[in-house]
């Protein structure tokens, strides 16, 4: 069964009201992406990874990720595409202090951090399912990089630029080779399997009872 995001949106908050705090579905949502990149590169530890965050969940999703990687021994760039002091959510900014205090991931702040890298693994969790309009700086120029690198690319949820409701692209869109999406199935991705690459949908623990009024 496919969902709108208004429905996921709904499914979380539900989900949330239970005692199921969104701080354990972002864990849950990274460790799970982790869980499908490790499936796809048993020598992970080997790679250099570049992790490009928004200021949003989608963002605090990727940094989980980032965390969870650096534990494999991964090397380990993270980009936050703004201002610490900007970022939206208790969630992403949790996640964020905690990177502060790691010396094994190198942060850097905006596209031109990322310039000229060579790696292995780019994570895109730039926007997720949040777009709405033209795709503006500093999201158009890390969009750009990621499609311009040779890495594998993965996208937390849906890559970025993409209406994860029809499928629909923004004026900049991440072409993925992997996209790991959570909960359920988003109405608009099975339309564009060319940008999300090899999709994996998974459970991050919301209870079955949260989507009760909502599907």
Request: hydrophobic share 40%; with cysteine; net charge neutral.
């Amino acid at each position: 069964m496919e969902i709108t995001v208004k429905q996921m949106y709904q499914i979380e908050e539900n989900g949330h009201k239970m005692g199921f705090p969104r701080q354990l579905m972002m864990e849950n949502a990274g460790a799970s992406m982790v869980k499908r990149i490790v499936e796809k590169f048993p020598d992970v530890s080997s790679k250099k990874v570049l992790v490009f965050a928004g200021l949003g969940n989608n963002g605090g999703d990727a940094l989980v990720v980032a965390r969870h990687l650096a534990g494999y021994g991964s090397k380990i760039t993270v980009v936050l595409l703004g201002n610490p002091s900007d970022i939206k959510t208790i969630e992403c900014r949790t996640n964020w202090q905690i990177l502060e205090k790691m010396n094994s991931v190198h942060l850097g702040f905006g596209p031109g951090d990322a310039a000229n890298f060579d790696v292995d693994i780019t994570i895109d969790g730039i926007l997720g399912t949040g777009i709405s309009g033209d795709i503006r700086e500093p999201h158009a120029s890390a969009i750009d990089l990621i499609n311009k690198t040779k890495a594998f690319k993965v996208a937390v949820d849906v890559p970025s630029g993409v209406d994860p409701d029809t499928g629909n692209t923004a004026n900049k869109y991440v072409t993925a080779d992997m996209t790991v999406t959570f909960h359920k199935m988003k109405r608009g991705m099975p339309k564009k399997k060319d940008l999300c690459g090899e999709i994996f949908v998974e459970k991050i623990g919301i209870p079955p009872e949260a989507e009760i009024g909502v599907l």
